[in-house]
C-alpha cells in the first residue's frame, strides 16, 4: 500500500515543492510517512516508530528513510536525495 502511494506520489503533475522549488518536507510526509507514523509522528501503526520520542539525529533519520529500517521500505528509489533530507529535518523537529 505505501509502495503504491510512492508510485502515484511520484506520478503527481504537481510535484510537492514550496513556492521556491524547495521540497515540501510536510508534504512529503504527508504522502509517504503519516499512514505509519500518525500525522503528528507518534507512530503505532505497522510497528512503526515514535518519531517523538527519536534519539536519533537527523543525517541517521536521513539514512533510515533512505535505507528502510525493520517492516519500513527504503524510500531512495521513491525520493529524490534533497527530499530525503528535507523530510528527515521535518521528523527531527517532531522532538521539539
Do not use: W
Not at 12 to 22: C, E, I, L, M, T
Request: aromatic share 8%.
Amino acid at each position: 500500500m505505501l509502495f503504491l502511494g510512492g508510485l502515484f506520489a511520484a506520478c503527481n503533475p504537481n510535484p510537492p515543492v514550496n513556492a521556491d522549488g524547495s521540497p515540501d518536507a510536510e508534504r512529503l510526509y504527508t504522502i509517504h510517512c503519516a499512514a505509519c507514523h500518525k500525522p503528528d509522528g507518534t507512530g503505532g501503526i505497522s510497528g512503526a516508530k515514535n518519531l517523538v520520542t527519536t534519539k536519533l539525529i537527523e543525517s541517521e533519520i536521513a539514512k533510515v528513510i533512505a535505507k528502510g529500517q525493520g517492516d519500513m521500505m527504503p524510500f531512495e528509489s521513491i525520493l529524490k536525495p534533497e527530499e530525503i533530507e528535507a523530510v528527515a529535518a521535518f521528523v527531527h523537529d517532531f522532538k521539539y
